[in-house]
């Protein structure tokens, strides 16, 4: 069974930095889809970052050029680096994983069955 945990998070001032990690357990990263979410308060969880089929990252526009997504398999671990945080950026993040193929796109929630607890993001200005 896969188990997701998150780590990372924090509060912290505009412009900041932080780096999320995701450490997967009970299946092989490399086997996995893995992708980034986040829920901000009142809203709905939406897409962050993934690795699409090919391998290549793939971003949300409002974080492309200031997020990067990366993973060492040799830990099991997939990170989210946050540079330039905004205000906007405070959610909950999720790290979010796929055993098989993404029918409803690599955006979409409905495409991954297992999910984190969220590690909360809190950026003020």
């Known amino acids: 069974q896969v188990q997701l945990e998150e780590s990372g998070g924090g509060s912290l001032q505009a412009g900041g930095s932080l780096t999320l990690s995701c450490r997967v357990s009970?299946?092989?990263?490399?086997?996995?889809?893995m992708a980034w979410f986040r829920q901000g308060a009142g809203e709905e969880r939406e897409f962050v970052s993934t690795f699409d089929s090919f391998g290549e990252s793939v971003y949300a526009e409002d974080v492309k050029g200031r997020f990067t997504i990366y993973k060492d398999n040799t830990k099991s671990t997939v990170y989210l680096r946050m540079n330039s945080l905004k205000p906007e950026d405070t959610a909950k993040y999720y790290c979010a994983a796929a055993t098989r193929g993404r029918s409803s796109g690599h955006r979409s929630t409905a495409s991954y069955t297992e999910w984190g607890q969220g590690t909360q993001v809190t950026v003020s200005s």
């Open positions: 009970g299946y092989a990263l490399s086997g996995l889809y």
